[in-house]
């Protein structure tokens, strides 16, 4: 039994995961603070997204 803990309390498995989880969050609240402070988070989100795709049109043909 003391085996079965000392594995449980030394595995570090998922712990990466759970840190990418986290940075995934934090970039989401600020992309979120960014934009939803400025007034419609949804016309800012596509208003970037056409300026993008603006900007892009021709360039891979």
Do not use: C, H, P
């Not at 609240?29 to 402070?37: C, D, Q, S």
């Amino acid at each position: 039994m003391k085996n079965a803990i000392k594995k449980f309390l030394a595995d570090e498995q998922g712990a990466e995961t759970v840190e990418w989880v986290m940075i995934a969050a934090v970039l989401a609240g600020v992309i979120v603070a960014t934009y939803g402070l400025s007034g419609g988070f949804r016309t800012n989100i596509l208003d970037a997204f056409t300026n993008i795709g603006t900007k892009m049109t021709g360039t891979f043909l």
